[in-house]
């Protein structure tokens, strides 16, 4: 079976820095994207960034600049390097693969971003 393992969460002050790591495990099929959603209190699920296959990356308009997207050596892991965080941020954050058609999502690691 599929699972999608995100760590690195935790409590940051506003202008500080996280780095959010995902881990894939079982995952045999083409992975066509990865990518991190979050999800605020009282709002939507939101996509936060995205890599394709082809190693293209997309932002939201709101953490472009500061946020960055990447991938590891066996493309099992993908990170989201955030930087400059602001008390609009805390969520909880996603992981998700797109494999061979198939949606996968991890559970969730919480950021919260104090004043």
């Known amino acids: 079976q599929v699972q999608l393992v995100e760590s690195g969460g935790g409590l940051v002050q506003a202008g500080g820095s996280l780095r959010l790591s995902c881990a894939a495990s079982g995952i045999k099929l083409s992975i066509d994207t990865m990518g991190w959603y979050r999800q605020a209190p009282g709002k939507q699920r939101e996509l936060v960034a ?15 600049g500061r946020f960055t997207i990447s991938s590891g050596n066996a493309k099992n892991t993908v990170y989201l390097q955030m930087n400059s965080l602001k008390p609009e941020d805390p969520a909880i954050y996603y992981c998700k693969a797109l494999c061979d058609g198939l949606k996968y999502w ?8 104090s004043s």
């Not at 991890?106 to 971003?113: F, P, R």
Request: hydrophobic content about 25%.
């Open 50 to 64: 995205v890599l394709t296959s082809g190693e293209r990356s997309n932002y939201a308009d709101s953490v472009k």
């Open 106 to 113: 991890g559970q969730g690691t919480q950021v919260t971003v």
